[in-house]
């Protein structure tokens, strides 16, 4: 299984950023995927979920503005992330499984 995260980057508070996790060597149409975060010095997080049903769950920390996604026919994840606050800053990485990406860095500047 691979997981290859990509869309992160330096924005000011407030604004949005997507990112994408392209899946291979699984069922990706079957398969739970999660988004975690790290932040410097903290426990990695769960961020978001999204059942192989489309059922989704979210941290209470980001209810109402990130929402996951899933693109099963490009075996591709998605996270929009809007009104983004300092403390989004941190490490995003897919997970199924317990197979990990390679994460993707989101820094928030106030």
């Known amino acids: 299984v691979q997981l290859q995260a990509s869309g992160g980057g330096l924005v000011q508070a407030g604004g949005s950023l997507r990112l994408s996790c392209k899946a291979s060597g699984l069922n990706f149409a079957i398969a739970t995927m999660e988004w975690h975060r790290q932040a410097a010095g903290k426990q990695r997080e769960l961020v978001a979920g999204i059942a192989s049903s489309g059922s989704t769950n979210y941290a209470d920390s980001v209810k109402g503005r990130f929402t996951i996604s899933r693109d099963n026919a490009r075996r591709t994840l998605y996270l929009q992330m809007n009104s983004l606050k300092p403390e989004d800053t941190g490490v995003y990485y897919c997970?199924?499984?317990?197979?990990w990406g390679q994460g993707t860095q989101v820094t928030v500047s106030s």
């Open positions: 997970q199924t499984r317990g197979f």
